[in-house]
């Protein structure tokens, strides 16, 4: 195992846990501990991957989740996760890793050849290219483009893995468990606060997990450690590692946890991630800060890091990235990163701050390494990896100086991104040289680093206070705290600089979208001066990184290119999710077939018994038709069922029908408001066809409501719209009339109902009931409905029909529907029954025109189906108002027509324009299309309706129908939408 990189002795590695893992298909080694980063940097690899648009080589840059270069593609097939930072992957015991954005490796990317093409890359290049010639867009341009764009690239297979959602509630979340967020939790929990602490880390300490401090006579991890074993003591406190708090919402706050994702592969029914709500009364914001790079030429080369990455490396992971390593630093931090690596047995080269006057006590910690002030690097040498830098002096003299690691230190930026999330916005502190933000959501507070206390011994004060006073806001008082006693450290000075000049190579201001300083003052140039633009128009700050390293210098560098202040130029407003976070975890459990369930009827096992061809309604199988010996054609088997229904008696599960049941003394009064037509006159034992309306005017659904006694009604839906329309009901009865009394609760999954339809169907049903209920058109005519038992059954009849045919609709507890379908069948054969599809019934449905989801496509108003007569204008209901708009009840819109074909043997297709029959198909001249088609048995050849301006009043006339779509271009003769039976004596009979 080669670790030539991994200090003999120190970290927090457990060296008694050797790991393997393997990076582009080599093998290396690691411990428990590692990161995937501190493990290759160990193994002396530096280099990781290519950049975005010039593809230059990249390594590793940070330590945390601010890094901009090292991302991999974990894994393989179909658990590939392409864009994942190794700077935050627990490396794990068979870990597979690869580059990506090369080929065919980060050594020698082929792609490489566009840093030749630079000069034509610049900000905004995408908007002024690509222009000429037109054609070569969609024949090369946009499929190059595509081709080049992303970094990594999805498996394209199913994902095997499982995502869950979950809800916590608690009096205060703490988000970060570094020295300020741990001691908010103790202070809260202590207080008996139900405390939530959420850590992105798979340990928690933060900061003081890559520092030497001590705390109360401890080195500050063991600190730590005895921080968190007490709050595992307190009942109620949960820490949650592995999960980052990604949004701030209203009242609530989201997080994903990484519940398997240092695995290879999930254990047996865990997920792989959780998605958690959490509803906290109180927030602590103790996310820390982020060290800002320098921009300057060359600043891109693997080799040079965030200074702090540098110190975490040593102290963490026991890895020095580097044999002799320099600091170019603004701030007494970065001296604190040499001294801790001198320690750590690291050579520091050479000590270059930009600041002329650094305290003597700083300067002591870089030891004897040559130390310049004033002097900045103005050049770096190295391909794949860092060999020199180009210093310049305070005198402008330059010298080389032979390193392989450079850590830069241009200051901290508090991570305030989700404080932002509402609304707020950064401010920017000349005292503090960062964005804060004073605008925060309610209840949260901002402890530590991210409140720009930058010392150890201010984090910790400031963290618990903030506990003490979220658990005094929840009711628990405010508690005297224990000091927290942290050696002493210096404040830490800082003065910035934004952009070092030097030689002509290109400064980097967003390493992973090669945003450079040249680009965002050509940005300012062309007039892209506000932060948003400029953002838009470079990319800065758009990557997987969100910008954390290159928002501020960028910022910064536009103010001085508008000649404004940092606080007059303002910053980009943060947006969640502040991580990456997979579409799977939003998703959870809700995916597949348990986001949408296929529902069977209960006639399913005797219908495919019967062959049946099932199809998807909504979320239900329904028998599209029933295949039957010597049928080559689903035509054939459709119209076999439609001559045995007109001419016999068939019968469907029609249980998908939606099914709300209402009761209560006020039902009518609510259905009048719903309905476009009166419900409140309803008798008992009646059923009644109404139309549902939205609020703009347009048609919602169609269904019928049966009266079963005074205050119990049932009403039906469309299959498709059941959901919708209960939503609408509960809506207009909590919202709008909660003073209305009446209970509303879907039985759709109660009731199982079957259609008997055709001439012979009473004959079928009096056999199946015998003594138990007369079915006479005496006792239950057309449009009447009934209760009753069969033995110990309840059972429901309805004189309904959607076919045209005498009809009924028998309904039973969903327990005994297939009993009752069955039976039915039964019963039925001495009648020689057929059982019928949805295709069947839809040619029934058109031969009689009636309307269905075609025609209900969210466009039409009742009026356009020829329903206007139905509207009351004694009664107000929802729609009424805005249904009468002028644009509504224009004689001109499309209505309801039916349609022949001039040549009997022409099909005709669903969607077909319509046209007057002498002009030429073009937009303006469409007067409107066909919506249902179906091959009618009962007329021998195609019919269809259609929704055609004046439709009534041009019944006879002779149009046009064209499709060009499927090359059809044929004569229709406009007629009356119902084609069977136009005086309605068959379901009367």
């Not at 081709?147 to 199913?158: E, I, K, T, V």
């Not at 992973?512 to 940005?523: E, F, G, I, S, W």
């Not at 003073?739 to 008997?756: G, R």
């Not at 439709?951 to 060009?964: M, S, V, Y």
Request: with cysteine; hydrophobic share 40%.
């Amino acid at each position: 195992m080669s670790t030539s990189r991994r200090l003999a002795a120190g970290g927090l590695i457990d060296r008694s846990k050797p790991i393997g893992f393997s990076f582009d298909g080599r093998s290396y080694g690691g411990y428990a501990g590692d990161t995937l980063a501190s493990a290759l940097l160990a193994n002396d690899t530096m280099l990781v991957g290519r950049s975005f648009k010039y593809h230059r080589p990249r390594g590793i840059f940070s330590a945390g989740p601010e890094e901009p270069n090292a991302l991999v593609t974990l894994r393989s097939g179909a658990r590939a996760e392409p864009n994942t930072k190794a700077t935050t992957v627990e490396l794990f015991d068979g870990l597979n890793a690869s580059s990506q954005n090369c080929w065919p490796s980060p050594n020698f990317d082929l792609r490489a050849v566009h840093q030749l093409a630079g000069p034509l890359l610049n900000a905004g290049f995408y908007y002024k290219t690509f222009m000429w010639p037109a054609a070569f867009w969609e024949k090369f341009y946009e499929p190059a483009i595509r081709r080049s764009a992303g970094l990594g690239a999805l498996s394209g297979l199913d994902d095997p893995d499982t995502y869950e959602k979950s809800h916590a509630f608690c009096d205060l979340l703490v988000i970060g468990a570094g020295p300020a967020g741990l001691a908010a939790a103790l202070a809260a929990g202590r207080a008996g606060a139900r405390v939530i602490l959420a850590e992105e880390d798979f340990v928690l300490g933060g900061r003081l997990l890559s520092d030497t401090a001590q705390i109360d006579g401890v080195s500050a991890a063991s600190w730590a450690a005895l921080a968190e074993a007490e709050l595992n003591t307190l009942p109620n406190v949960r820490i949650l590692t592995r999960t980052a708090v990604f949004g701030a919402y209203d009242g609530e706050y989201g997080a994903i946890e990484r519940v398997s994702d240092h695995l290879p592969v999930p254990p047996p029914f865990a997920p792989r991630q959780r998605l958690w709500k959490i509803v906290a009364k109180q927030c602590v914001l103790a996310t820390g800060a982020s060290e800002r790079p320098l921009v300057f030429p060359g600043n891109d080369r693997p080799g040079v890091m965030l200074a702090s990455a540098l110190r975490t490396y040593a102290n963490r992971f026991g890895v020095t990235p580097g044999q002799r390593i320099a600091i170019f630093t603004t701030s007494d931090d970065g001296w604190r990163s040499a001294f801790d690596l001198q320690a750590a047995g690291a050579e520091i080269a050479v000590m270059v701050d930009a600041r002329t006057d650094v305290a003597p006590d700083v300067r002591k910690l870089a030891g004897t390494a040559p130390q310049f002030l004033g002097a900045h690097v103005s050049d770096t040498s190295g391909y794949r990896r860092l060999t020199d830098i180009t210093l310049t002096d305070s005198t402008d003299k330059t010298r080389s100086v032979a390193v392989d690691t450079l850590g830069v230190s241009g200051g901290w930026s508090p991570s305030i991104g989700i404080a932002t999330h509402l609304g707020g916005k950064g401010s920017w502190s000349e005292e503090k040289s960062a964005f804060l933000c004073n605008d925060l959501p309610p209840g949260m507070q901002l402890a530590g680093a991210a409140a720009a206390q930058w010392t150890l011994a201010d984090a910790l004060q400031h963290g618990a206070l903030a506990g003490a006073k979220a658990a005094s806001h929840v009711g628990l008082g405010l508690q005297a705290q224990k000091p927290i006693l942290a050696s002493d450290e210096a404040a830490s000075g800082n003065t910035p600089v934004w952009l070092f000049k030097g030689s002509r190579r290109k400064a980097f201001v967003d390493l992973q979208n090669d945003v450079t300083a040249t680009d965002v003052a050509l940005a300012a140039q062309e007039g892209f001066r506000s932060v948003e633009q400029l953002k838009r128009y470079t990319t800065l700050g758009m990557a997987t990184d969100q910008g954390k390293t290159s928002n501020v210098n960028g910022l910064a560098i536009l103010a001085g290119e508008i000649r404004q202040t940092i606080a007059e130029t303002g910053a980009t407003r943060a947006r969640p999710p502040h991580v990456p976070v997979a579409i799977g975890a939003f998703a959870g459990l809700h995916s597949g077939k348990h986001f949408k369930p296929t529902r069977l009827t209960a006639s399913h096992a005797s219908s495919a018994a019967a062959n049946a061809t099932f199809v998807e309604a909504g979320q239900w199988m329904r028998a599209q038709w029933f295949n039957t010996p010597g049928e080559t054609d689903w035509l054939q088997s459709v119209t076999r069922e439609v001559k045995a229904v007109r001419s016999g008696v068939g019968i469907c599960d029609v249980s998908t029908l939606g099914k709300i049941a209402l009761r209560g003394p006020d039902v009518g009064a609510f259905l009048d408001r719903v309905y476009i037509n009166t419900f409140s006159t309803l008798p008992v034992g009646k059923v009644r066809y109404g139309v549902m309306l939205r609020e703009d005017g347009f048609v919602m659904d169609d269904g019928t409501t049966a009266r079963l006694s005074a205050d119990h009604y049932v009403m039906t839906t469309t299959t498709v719209n059941a959901g919708k329309v209960m939503q609408h009901l509960e809506y207009c009865h909590q919202v709008l009339w909660p003073e209305l009394d009446v209970q509303i609760v879907s039985v759709t999954e109660q009731w199982a109902q079957v259609a008997v339809a055709g001439p012979k169907s009473r004959d079928l049903l009096q056999a199946l009931l015998g003594d138990a209920f007369d079915v006479s058109n005496e006792t239950i005519p057309y449009m009447a409905c009934a209760e009753f038992h069969v033995g110990t059954v309840p059972l429901r009849l309805f004189r309904v029909s959607f076919s045209g045919e005498l009809a009924y609709e028998i309904a039973a507890p969903a327990g005994y529907g297939e009993a009752l379908f069955n039976a039915l069948m039964q019963a039925g054969k001495a009648f020689d029954v057929t059982p019928y599809g949805t295709e069947a019934l839809s040619v029934m449905r058109i031969e009689k025109g009636h309307v269905a989801g075609s025609e209900l496509n969210g466009q039409t108003v009742a009026r356009d189906l020829g329903l206007g007569r139905m509207m009351s204008v004694k009664k107000d209901y929802i729609g009424r108002t805005m249904a009468g708009r002028e644009a509504l009840i224009d004689p001109d819109r499309p209505t309801l027509v039916g349609l022949r074909p001039v040549d009997r043997s022409q099909r005709l297709r669903n969607g077909a324009l319509l046209f007057a029959r002498d002009v030429t198909p073009a937009p303006d001249n469409n007067v409107g299309f066909i919506t249902s088609t179906a091959f009618s048995p009962g007329n021998n050849h195609w019919i269809g309706l259609g929704l055609l301006a004046r439709g009534p009043e041009r019944h006879g006339e002779i149009i046009r129908a064209w499709d060009p779509v499927r090359s059809g271009d044929y004569e229709l003769e406009v007629v009356d939408p119902v084609f069977i039976d136009a005086e309605g004596a068959r379901l009367r009979a």
